[in-house]
């Protein structure tokens, strides 16, 4: 969903992405995408924040003196029983899903101003209400902590006119999806997805702050 993203929204010359990910070959190719080279890809391992955060930094200050919209991508997802679950794979999830999330927009927070967007992915898995699988407690209860934290941050951050807003997808064509559910066919392609998350990126906070947008399937 992420690179599908940045390649809508690279479509627009003005536009500037940074992408950010472990693998360089990936990120290399993605950048490639966009005839006009506007895709600028970053290697860092955000699950060593601690030693990523000063290069995440001084690599955005490089190039951009704000930030317009910041998208919290990133994801994981361990499909096993709530007993059987490790705390390894516990504590990873809650961490790529809640806690880096938080940590970047912490980090960024200087660079954004009034009319800056924040987007964070959840999941249906995480939206109030919505019906639930086995397999899925503790990725379920880290997407809801990241949709928590968006609405009490879309308060936070009002009086500096930045909005925060979260989209919750059902379920999605990605390789995170295939790995989980292997075989099984997804109600959404990322290429779907991505096209709604750039527009939303672009024009949502017009409409909304401190939402949680459920995506679960498309009328066609």
Known sequence: MGLETAR???ENQENNIIITGRNEQALKKASGYSPFRNIIPLKADL???ERSSDLLL???RNHFDKIDILINNAGYLYKGKFDETDDKEMRLMMEINFFIPA???RLFLPLLQGGSHIINISSMGGYQGSQK???LSFYSASK???ACLTECLATELSDKGISVNCIAPGSVQTEMFNRAFPGQKANLSAEEMGKFIAWFAVNGN???NGKIIPVALITR
């Open 8 to 10: 809508v929204l690279a």
């Open 47 to 49: 699950t060593d924040f």
């Open 58 to 60: 001084k690599f955005v």
């Open 103 to 105: 940590k970047l927009i």
């Open 133 to 135: 699988f086995p397999g």
């Open 144 to 146: 809801a902590a990241i």
């Open 206 to 208: 017009r409409f909304f």
